[in-house]
């Protein structure tokens, strides 16, 4: 009878145990996070056309060290914009990933079908991107296909909704289908390149929809078609992203030459009327840049 009785008390404390963990974890996942807003709205305001300031953007993908705290090390160097991709891995659960593809291999496998919480595999879910970067940066989320419904309930979750950037390729009737008023909530930059169909009317349509936060425009289009598009959208009051990494992004104007040159690059861009300039050299960059007042 005691037995019997010490088994039943044994397994009531079990169930109690049990549901007050099911319980804290629903707490946890249902839990709204608050961002830095001050911090942020100084983000948002450090493009004053005044000052001529010029952002710096770099990608996740060009950083040496994938982990939970590369985008913390690019926070301490001054970058104001990391532009990271996400894909669903085997969890359903958003992850960054550095690779183009399928993601980088770790010790145990791609990260696609990785675990979320594997202790073994340095995975960092786009929630715990945006809780850790505390209003200290803009993300940018580039190459992103799937639902944007997901994305932005973790950036109202995290308070960071204001924080985000999405790139997008398409023109602007895809787009309207495939994010529905999405756009309304969460800045967006439409890239225009070569491959880019009707280029005038594509970013006439996205100024006139859109209002969008950037234009990344990219410089292997014909000199004309390109001046024309600089000119579109700097007489909007719309900012001009640049990148300035691959040989065929910026004509002749790339980051793989010597130190002078690079720099020579950077002058012809800003002359171009770029104001953010994504780069794999953020820490010259950032030099050059306050060397000539045009960042803080």
Not at 64 to 92: A, C, F, P, R, W
Request: glycine share 6%; proline share 2%.
């Amino acid at each position: 009878m005691k037995t019997k009785l010490l088994l039943i008390f044994t397994l009531t404390c079990s169930l109690f145990l049990i549901c007050g963990l099911i319980t804290e974890s629903a707490v946890r996942s249902n839990t709204t996070y608050h961002c830095n807003d001050d911090q942020v709205t100084h983000l948002l305001k450090r493009i004053n056309k005044d000052k001529g300031t010029i952002l710096i953007a770099v990608s996740y993908q060009d950083l040496l060290v994938y982990s939970k705290t590369s985008i913390n090390k690019v926070i301490d160097q001054g970058v104001d914009i990391v532009e990271i991709e996400i894909k669903l891995n085997k969890d359903s659960v958003l992850v960054l990933t550095p690779s183009k593809e399928n993601g980088p291999v770790y010790k145990h496998g791609k990260i696609f079908d990785l675990k979320t919480n594997s202790a073994e595999n340095d995975i960092q879910t786009l929630e715990e991107c945006m809780l850790g970067i505390d209003g200290n940066i803009l993300v940018c989320i580039n190459n992103y296909n799937g639902d944007l419904d997901i994305v932005e309930r973790i950036l109202n979750k995290t308070g960071t909704i204001n924080q985000v950037i999405i790139k997008v390729q398409e023109d602007i009737d895809h787009v309207s289908d495939r994010y529905g008023t999405v756009l309304d909530r969460i800045k967006c930059v439409p890239v225009v390149n070569a491959k880019t169909p009707y280029v005038k009317g594509f970013v006439d349509d996205f100024l006139i929809e859109f209002n969008p936060y950037a234009f990344e425009v990219s410089f292997n289009l014909e000199d004309s078609l390109k001046l024309d598009i600089i000119s579109m959208v700097k007489e909007r009051g719309c900012n001009l992203w640049v990148e300035s990494l691959y040989h065929n992004m910026n004509s002749q104007n790339n980051n793989g030459r010597n130190i002078n040159d690079i720099m020579k690059d950077w002058d012809w861009l800003i002359e171009q009327g770029a104001n953010i300039i994504q780069t794999d050299r953020p820490e010259l960059l950032l030099e050059y840049l306050r060397e000539k007042g045009l960042h803080d």
